[in-house]
């Protein structure tokens, strides 16, 4: 999940201000396995990602299957 959270903040495809001083936001992350020496795709998660606007904090972070910021 750390690498999740850091794709979502370093490069968001979609973000938006929440109530009470929070930001969402979110990146799709492709999911792999590599069968027989080549990678399959298995998943794209979407995690969410949410940040104090007051002293910029990660308050939650969390994966999920649609975007919902």
Same mark, same amino acid.
């Given at each position: 999940m750390a690498f999740a959270t850091q794709a979502s903040l370093e490069s968001p495809s979609?973000?938006?201000?929440?109530s009470?001083? !929070?930001r969402c936001y979110t990146t799709? $992350?492709?999911?792999? !396995?590599?069968v027989n020496g080549s990678p399959v795709?298995?998943?794209? $998660?979407?995690?969410?990602?949410?940040i104090s606007m007051n002293n910029k904090k990660v308050i939650t972070s969390y994966p999920t299957s649609k975007p919902r910021c």
């Open positions: 979609e973000f938006s201000v929440w009470g001083q !929070k799709p $992350i492709e999911v792999y !396995k590599v795709k298995e998943k794209t $998660i979407y995690p969410t990602v949410l």
